[in-house]
């Protein structure tokens, strides 16, 4: 569409000629019509950005035109004229679809200035637009449903979700404790053609092995005595949809029996039921063990340990991906603040060098919990030392030179901060320099560039 083509709508042809030559000097393409009948013909085969539409006219009036041309009115902006206009009026038109509403006799300048407000209105829808598919880039970078990061190693994650999302594939998800396993879970099932059903979760080591049996399949009437009616287990509930086994490496060994059995036969058992019945789960376990080393030591069955193993996802620890760790922290504050209703700008520059040398055993939750304490206690807007966790800001927490105390040099604290990330980097991987590389997500050459610039050989 031409960003300047405008169509004139006006029965009096002195008016219509006073309008035309009015907005050609200004720039504008224009075409006329003498009723709202003859314009309707003009926009059939031409589109416009901005229709002048006088209300007060033979054959079709303005009121008119606007209701019969709603649907092809969508993209151009209309404003409305007339000589014996009220309030009434203007609001009518409005509630029609009409932008703006200038009233007889008026100064060329008013529409001018009429057209010029549209202008920016448009301009401004246009730019939010590009904010938008922005916004929806940069969040497709850097998150899929509610996990946020940027690092290599979870774009690879991400990766793998929308891969095995539309299967029924089983999903084994592996990762230390508050990496997101559930978050991953949750992802594969709402991306996937399964989302519109149900997505159960249960924790394996979280309920006694007595009851676990009948949580998982359910029981009869009368199965134990506290078995007063028939009750579906969690496999139940999740058909036609996902079932999410956190930490099956906790599951005993005789509920492993009957869980291969669901898995190979697709059909569960009730706690004192005598036929089966056939279900459609899509299963996805998570781990913090090592499954491997439980099958070798006989505390998991091999075979189980195969059929749930069809496809693996690991989630990284997140001392191996700190740079999401800033990316974290900005989700997390925005998160807090909204909930607690707060209104916390960001981490000091005392406080971030903290939390990107701190090891984060609890990962991301750990994270998630220490930003919620801080916006809790914090009395500014930002949130300093004074409101992070001793084990923290302790002296063994982080190297001493990491502290900007002779500087408020930002680049001379960001060498000191990304030397001691390096020497970290390297202690944890005893002195592996592929690993450390990974682990900083910068290259093996930049390594030893770095190591060499730091003299930390």
């Known amino acids: 569409m031409t960003a300047k083509r405008i169509l004139i709508i006006e029965d009096e042809a002195n008016m219509r000629h006073m309008l035309e030559v009015l907005l050609r000097r200004s720039g504008y393409q224009v075409k006329t019509a003498a009723d709202g009948q003859e314009a309707l013909e003009a926009i059939e085969g031409e589109a416009f950005r901005f229709i002048l539409c006088d209300i007060k006219m033979p054959r ?244 189980l340990f195969y059929r749930i193993n069809v496809m693996t996802i690991h989630l990284p620890p997140l001392r191996e991906r700190r740079g999401d760790i800033p990316l974290l922290i900005g989700y997390f504050i925005d998160l807090f603040n909204k909930k607690l209703n707060k209104n916390i700008e960001g981490l000091s520059s005392e406080s971030m060098p903290l939390l990107m040398a701190y090891s984060w055993p609890g990962n991301v939750r750990e994270l998630e919990n220490l930003i919620e304490r801080a916006i809790l206690l914090a009395k500014g807007r930002w949130i300093t030392p004074a409101e992070l966790p001793s084990s923290i800001t302790s002296d063994h927490a982080i190297p001493a030179s990491a502290h900007p105390e002779d500087t408020i040099s930002i680049k001379k604290a960001s060498r000191r901060l990304e030397r001691d990330l390096i020497r970290k980097a390297l202690e944890l991987t005893r002195g592996n320099r592929s690993r450390a590389a990974k682990m900083l997500e910068i290259s093996r050459p930049m390594l030893i560039s770095k190591i060499k610039e730091y003299k930390l050989g």
Do not use: W
């Open 60 to 303: 079709m009036d303005g009121m008119a035109f606007l209701k019969s041309a709603a649907d092809r009115l969508r993209d151009a902006t209309v404003i409305m004229m007339s000589a014996y206009g009220t309030v009434d009026t203007a609001i009518e038109a409005m509630k029609l679809g009409a932008y703006d509403y200038i009233s007889k006799p008026f100064k060329t300048d008013e529409v001018l200035l009429s057209l010029k407000k549209a202008e920016e209105r448009e301009r401004l829808k246009e730019e939010n637009l590009r904010l938008q598919d922005r916004i929806r880039k940069i969040e497709q970078k850097y998150s899929f449903g509610n996990i946020v990061a940027r690092s290599e190693s979870m774009a690879r994650v991400f990766d793998l979700v929308g891969k095995v999302a539309d299967y029924k594939t089983t999903v084994l998800i592996t990762g230390e404790s508050g990496t997101g396993k559930e978050l991953i879970a949750r992802a594969i099932h709402h991306n996937g053609g399964r989302a519109a059903g149900p997505m159960v979760s249960i924790n394996c080591g979280g309920i006694p092995e007595t009851l676990l049996e009948s949580e998982l399949f359910g029981y009869k009437k009368g199965a134990f005595t506290d078995a007063v009616r028939d009750k579906k287990g969690h496999f139940e509930e999740a058909d036609g949809g996902s079932i999410f086994l956190d930490e099956i490496g906790e599951l005993p060994l005789s509920l492993q029996v009957k869980l291969l059995r669901v898995l190979q036969e697709e059909e569960i058992t009730p706690l004192g039921g005598v036929g089966s019945r056939k279900i459609d789960v899509r299963v996805i376990a998570a781990t913090s063990k090592n499954l491997q080393k439980e099958v070798e030591e006989g505390r998991f069955r091999e075979d």
